[in-house]
């Protein structure tokens, strides 16, 4: 899976470096889409595993980073009174 974003990465890399337009076709745009999306259903499980599985560490850092905003906060309110 790995090498098929490192070719596509490269495929834009080399695509980007030409001196000319290249107008793409219906045809070609058809493909480019098609690859995107059958990349996305491929990772989409993956990606969907990773946030179940970190849920509880990210809601936690959330809380603790909101919580520290809050206390100081209080903190510098307390000090102009």
């Known amino acids: 899976m790995q090498r098929k974003w490192l070719f596509?990465?490269?495929l834009f890399c080399f695509a980007a470096c030409k001196?000319?337009?290249?107008?793409?076709?219906r045809d070609?745009?058809?493909e480019i889409d098609t690859l995107f999306r059958?990349?996305?259903?491929?990772?989409?499980?993956?990606?969907?595993s990773?946030?179940?599985a970190?849920?509880?560490?990210?809601y936690d850092?959330?809380?603790?980073?909101?919580?520290?905003e809050r206390m100081a906060r209080i903190n510098r309110l307390?000090?102009?009174q």
Not at 54 to 58: D, G, L, S, V, Y
Not at 61 to 68: G, L, V
């Open 8 to 10: 596509i990465a490269l």
């Open 50 to 52: 990773l946030c179940l």
């Open 54 to 58: 970190n849920k509880r560490q990210i």
């Open 19 to 25: 001196q000319e337009d290249t107008q793409l076709n």
């Open 28 to 30: 070609d745009l058809t």
């Open 61 to 68: 850092q959330a809380f603790d980073s909101i919580f520290q």
């Open 78 to 80: 307390k000090q102009l």
């Open 38 to 48: 059958n990349i996305r259903v491929d990772l989409a499980p993956k990606m969907d």
